[in-house]
């Protein structure tokens, strides 16, 4: 090695033994390290406090404003978010020391800090021996004064000490709060112990000197030097845990209020350092190089801030309600801002998930005003749900995610009889959601602007005499019920383009658009933009011209006005708006406030008036709040609550909640059909009509004693119905409905009994009907035949139009319903009397459903001249992309659509139905038809042996129509018959496939045909099982309802465990209940209680359960001995018996006790006397336990007594004077007795001459 190595290595280590030496003086001195004195801001009344205690807080710095406060538990970190006063209360919710710190906004540094120490609740109870003894710190100055608090029930019972070296002195007052000055520098004890002087905790504390502080504050210098000089700091990171640590986290709202993040921090090379939480006490590491924030509001997702120059992390950061700055022209749906001018780095990058289209940004923005002052600038596109990114800059920018999705228009087109005017006119209704500012208390809408674009375009434009457009905000989609509000018109002739405002929306009332509107308060309002334009066009002469008008709404904005929370608010929780069926109330409300709160009172009009009901004088701040009240009758109620808070504030909730009281059931008559009625049809439609005092949430059509469908749009006092695809059969129906309130009301129980033959449809439907239309939709039918005489519809087109031509509907399916393959062709053919150049059809085929929706099935066409020209047959194919399943309850719907391509003239077309060209063929229509299963063989029950076969035969059915793809399964369970639990034979179990068979069997399709499939079986396990046949289809299932027994022979005797009472027993009862557990493959045939080897007691199979315990209640007892077991034997006469058998002792006889000594009027001459006794039993080599009583008081229990042996007992301290004595034994089966009473006499014999 090179010598300069060498002198480097050993400079090094010399350097390494000073620092060794240094850091152990430093941890001395740390260890009696006090901080240095500050200015004098904050103090509390006492150092020691329980859990829930006042803490008042004495704060004297001036300004007040320039510092916040943070309060450090164990557990917790509070931050004070208000603005300051000098005094402010907190009240402690765990135990141990906390920590009080002022600390100046400007510099973040600690301005003066204090302790204090809390105290669990004194109880009643046995005083844990943790934490029993506790100081408000455990390292104090000279002359600094002691609070201790101990934790402990009764203190009268306890004792506490003090000791220093070899000074012990005892508190003789009240030892649960105490204050003193220790003696000396060094350490100090506090020693608890109880009455009898055990010692229950010794707690340590040490006193230090002032010098120790400026020594301690040297000693960091040096290591400071020492680290430096030796250049290693990558290998002694460790130490920097010595090093003093000033960087800090701040966090916050424009309000000052510390907001919650996740911070995970990385070095250089980009390897996480600590994740931590912003409301968790840590320190900054060192060598860190980026820091990604995400806040736990969802403000943003993430900031990943890079290149860190500087230790403080200061960062502005907040939810902006998207109304507060308002862009024109747009809907602003989220806004946040981000005030990075309080740290120093290289760039930061913002991560946030899109709910609106665009995102803009405002530079010139006031973070604390939260105001922009400039203009708007879009940043980029947005897609909703997806994640973006940007760079963040400096400037203090506003964020705002805006949205132009909101789309809603109208049109219409008319075209002029001959020699008369034409009307074109169109309105529509669009909802609108707004989002609620959060926390928002009050809140309205007082302007409102819509961009809409007039056109009116068409043959008629030159000849326009009149037009009136018009925009209106609406509460709901009803004009003329006085919740609407004008928001502007025109009377333009023309194509337009404009902006409608309304800058003066009403803030209260039935017009106006508040919290009190708003049925999701506070999170949206839904409301309605509503449109409408009309224009009238009177051509010359005989002229006919087509005239289209149409209105679309471009953007629109509006401003928000709410009332946030002051010092003092309340938030009604519940009940708000609720049904409820019972009398009881119980209202639940949260005050906040930044002071005490002083009381809070219910206010409800029960009685009719608003009155007083209740008030709490102890309500809990920033917490849910609760009063009780009964309600005599039902009925609409309405409450608020009023609390005053220490300042004498006194505020109610912004608004009255109400809630309805309804206690009664609905009421459902059923109308028809009637009781006991028959019908022929599959489909049935049930009616009926329910009455209530409040609105119905649902009812439910109950068939069989289940529910089969339910309705939740339900109109109370008007008939009502249900249509069900019924199987035949008689069965059993009623309607059951909730209110509101969740009463249930349920109608009388009906039958009904169908027989219907199941319809096999065709793949061809045609267009089928009675009459002819003529400007009109032909609403007609689809049938697998025409009815023989040909109608037609008639339609003469506006140029540039579509009308519906057709609308035809096929009978319900009925049955089991219908299917249609993906793939499947379906062919659209239409017969027209003539062609038209002009005309293009479009067909769509449906499934339409008992509620109303529809889902298509295939279509050709746009309803434009995307489809097929008209011709005199015009045919069209499409190809089905998925499976359709139809119910029995369905119906088929063939809309078709004819589109006039002519710009301006009118063309006709007549379409010819019940015609053999007139029709829509669907390729494979399946009608599907009902699965059934029978097991029928074996034929009877079959007792078999292990690894004996037997023939498992299905007979599957599929009544009227076609299975799909059918697969069938042979199933057991050793239950019951009526278990729900089945099994499919396998490989394993009782019973198993036998060799190569199968399970299931695939049969594939049957058609309205029965087969059979036969499965080999074999025993393999002792046991009963019980075997059927199960079937399921591509949409059905079906099990057998007959089943066999079929028992493996068992050749092994039953398990018996016999259970209590255990061997050796004893016991003085007549009468004995003795438990065993019996287990078998098969059947128990019953079980035998044998009592000295002979038969006492026998049990059938009736009563006894396999694989459980059982029990025999044996009376009759006497004084003996007894050996017991239990015999059982199976359904094949297998017979086991528990071994070994048991023995019980019956012992009725009482103990007998012979006092030895003293005996009657002994004089002994010792404070020690011996008593000596033999405790006696019938039965020999037992142990019985006395209780030796003196004085009539007892001295000494459970001493054990060998039977017949002399049993000694010392007792000590016996005062001169005459005694008594006796003994009590009890033997091992229980039986008492006690002995005579002997007196006995202590002297003196120290009084007495030789």
């Not at 102890?618 to 009780?628: A, C, E, H, T, V």
């Not at 062709?825 to 067909?843: D, H, I, K, L, P």
């Not at 719907?893 to 589109?899: A, G, P």
Request: aromatic fraction near 10%.
């Amino acid at each position: 090695m090179k010598p300069d190595s060498n002198n480097k290595i050993k400079r090094s280590m010399v350097l390494l033994v000073v620092l060794v030496l240094v850091l152990t003086g430093l941890t001395l001195a740390l260890s009696q390290n006090q901080t240095p004195p500050k200015l004098l801001y904050l103090s509390i009344e006492k150092s020691a406090y329980e859990i829930g205690e006042k803490v008042t807080l004495i704060i004297t710095a001036d300004p007040l404003d320039a510092y916040e406060l943070s309060i450090n538990s164990e557990n917790n970190l509070y931050k004070y978010s208000g603005e300051l006063q000098n005094n402010i209360d907190f009240y402690p919710k765990e135990p141990g020391e906390h920590t009080v710190e002022l600390i100046s906004k400007a510099s973040q540094e600690i301005a003066d800090s204090l302790s204090f120490m809390v105290a669990q609740t004194k109880e009643t109870s046995k005083p844990s021996t943790s934490n029993i003894i506790i100081t408000d710190k455990q390292e104090y100055v000279k002359g600094e004064t002691v609070t201790v608090v101990v934790n402990v029930p009764d203190s009268e019972n306890y004792k506490l000490y003090y000791e220093y070296k070899e000074f012990i002195h005892r508190y003789m007052e009240d030892i649960t709060h105490i204050k003193f000055v220790p003696i000396d520098l060094g350490t100090h004890y506090l020693v608890l112990k109880d009455k009898n002087n055990n010692e229950i905790e010794r707690y340590e504390f040490k006193v230090i000197g002032e010098e120790d502080i400026e020594q301690t504050k040297n000693l960091k210098e040096k290591v400071k030097d020492i680290i430096e000089e030796l250049g290693t700091i990558e290998e002694l990171r460790e130490i920097e845990e010595l090093k003093e640590t000033n960087k800090s986290v701040s966090i916050k709202d424009s309000t000052g209020r510390i907001k919650d993040a996740i911070l995970s921090f990385f070095d250089k090379p980009n390897m996480q350092v600590t994740t931590v939480s912003t409301l968790t006490t840590f320190d900054i590491p060192r060598f860190v190089e980026s820091v990604e924030i995400s806040p736990t509001d969802n403000t943003i997702e993430k900031i990943e801030i890079k290149g860190l120059r500087g230790g403080n992390i200061n960062l502005g950061l907040e939810k902006v309600h998207p109304l507060k700055n308002s862009i024109r022209g747009k809907i602003p749906v989220k806004s946040y801002a981000i005030d990075p001018t309080g740290m120093n780095f290289t760039n930061a990058t913002v991560t946030q998930t899109a709910t609106g289209t665009e995102l803009w940004k405002c530079k010139e923005y006031n973070f604390e005003t939260q105001t922009c002052y400039g203009t708007w600038e879009k940043v980029m596109t947005i897609i909703p749900g997806q994640n973006y990114t940007f760079i963040l800059t400096p400037e203090d920018p506003l964020f705002t995610e805006t949205r132009t999705d909101v789309t809603c228009s109208c049109q219409d087109t008319d075209t002029n009889p001959p020699r008369e005017m034409g009307r074109a006119s169109c309105n529509v209704s669009c909802p609108v959601t707004i989002d609620v500012p959060a926390g928002a208390q009050t809140g309205y809408l007082i302007n409102m602007s819509y961009g809409v674009s007039i056109s009116i375009t068409g043959g008629g434009v030159n000849d326009v005499t009149s037009a009136s457009h018009r925009g209106r905000f609406d509460r709901d989609q009803t004009y003329g019920n006085g919740n609407e509000a004008t928001v502007g018109s025109s009377t333009s002739q023309g194509s337009i383009t404009t902006t409608w405002i309304n800058n003066s929306l009403h803030t209260s009332g039935s017009a106006s658009f508040t919290e009190l509107t708003c049925d999701n308060w506070a999170d949206n309002c839904t409301w309605y933009v509503y449109l409408s334009s009309t224009v009238a066009f009177d051509p010359p002469g005989a002229s006919q011209k087509t005239l289209t008008t149409n209105i679309s709404l471009i953007n629109m904005s509006y401003t928000w006005n709410y009332t946030e929370p002051g010092n003092l608010s309340i938030t009604l929780n519940w009940p708000d708006g609720d049904y409820i069926n019972y009398n009881n109330i119980t209202f639940n409300y949260t005050p906040v406030s930044t002071v005490n709160l002083t009381n809070c009172t219910l206010y409800t009009n029960r009685t009719g008036s608003f009155i007083n009901e209740s008030t709490d004088s102890s309500p809990d701040n920033n917490q849910s709040n609760y009063f009780n009240l009964s309600f005599g009758s039902d009925g609409n109620y309405k409450w608020n609550v009023l609390c005053y808070d220490s300042d004498n504030n006194s505020v109610w909730a912004p608004n009255n909640y109400t809630f309805t009281i309804d206690t009664a059931d609905p009421t459902v008559n059923l109308e028809k059909p009637e009781d006991g009625n028959y019908t022929d049809k599959s489909i049935v439609t049930f009616y009926y009509n329910v009455s209530d005092t409040n609105n119905i949430k649902n009812c439910s059509l109950i068939i069989d004693g289940a529910i089969d469908q339910t309705d939740t749009s339900v109109t109370r006092d008007t008939s009502q119905n249900f249509a069900a695809s019924l199987d035949n059969g008689e069965h059993a129906w009623a309607v059951w409905c909730y209110d509101l309130a969740n009463n249930l009301g349920k109608s009388e129980n009906r039958t009904i009994n169908v027989s219907a033959p199941r319809m096999i449809w065709k793949d061809r439907w045609y267009e089928t009907g009675t009459a002819n239309y003529s400007g009109t939709t032909a609403d007609i039918s689809l049938a697998n035949q025409t009815d023989g005489v040909q109608n037609q519809a008639y339609y003469s087109i506006p140029g540039s139009s579509t009308i519906t031509l057709v609308s035809a509907f096929s009978p319900y399916i009925g049955g089991d319903g219908a299917y249609i393959g993906s793939g499947s062709t379906v062919t659209f053919r239409a017969a027209f009397a003539a062609a038209q150049n002009n005309g293009y059809v479009t067909w769509y085929l449906y499934s339409q459903h008992a509620n109303g929706s529809q889902t298509q099935i295939c279509s050709f066409g746009d309803n434009s001249s995307g489809g097929s020209q008209v011709a005199v047959i015009t045919e069209e194919t499409c190809i089905t992309s998925s499976d359709h399943k139809l119910l029995g309850t369905d119906r088929l719907e063939l809309k078709i659509y004819v589109y006039n391509s002519h710009p301006t003239q009118n063309r006709a077309v007549t379409h010819l139905f019940d015609h053999v060209n007139s029709y829509v063929n669907i390729e494979n229509f399946i009608s599907l038809g009902h699965l059934e299963a029978n097991l029928i063989a074996p034929g009877v029950d079959l007792n078999i042996s292990q690894n004996q076969t037997y023939n498992h035969t299905c007979n599957i059915t599929c009544v009227g129509g076609t299975c799909l793809n059918v697969s069938v399964w042979a199933q057991y369970n050793s239950t019951s018959p009526s278990s729900i639990s089945w099994t499919n034979i396998s490989s394993t179990g009782n019973l198993v496939l036998n060799g190569s068979e199968t399970n299931p069997h695939n049969i594939g399709n049957i058609n309205q045909t029965s087969t059979n499939t036969t499965f080999i079986i074999k025993g393999d396990q002792p046991s009963t099982n019980y075997v059927r046949c199960y079937a399921e289809s591509k949409y059905s299932s079906a099990s057998s309802t007959d089943y066999k027994k079929i028992m493996v022979i068992d050749t092994e005797p039953p398990e018996i465990n016999i259970l209590t009472p255990s061997d050796n027993n004893y016991t003085k009862n007549s009468t004995i209940i003795f438990y065993f557990n019996v287990s078998d493959p098969s059947d128990i045939k019953n079980c035998q209680f044998i009592l000295n080897g002979t038969v006492n007691d026998t049990k059938n199979s009736s009563e006894i359960t396999n694989n459980a315990v059982n029990n025999f209640t044996i009376s009759g007892f006497t004084t003996g001995i007894y050996n017991w077991t239990v015999n059982c034997t199976d359904v094949w006469n297998n017979t086991g018996r528990a071994t070994p058998q048991r023995t019980l002792y019956v012992d009725q006889a009482y103990p007998w006790i012979n006092l030895n000594y003293p005996g009657q009027w002994d004089v002994v001459a010792y404070e020690t006397v011996n008593f000596n006794w033999t405790a006696n039993d019938n039965y020999n080599n037992i142990n019985l336990t006395c209780d030796l009583y003196v004085n009539g008081a007892l001295n000494q229990s459970g001493i054990q007594s060998p039977e017949g042996v002399p049993t000694n007992w010392t007792v000590t301290n016996f005062p001169i004077g005459n005694h008594t004595w006796y003994v009590n034994c009890s033997d091992q089966a229980g039986n008492w007795n006690w002995s005579v009473t002997r007196n006995f006499t202590i002297v003196d014999t120290s009084q007495q001459s030789d």
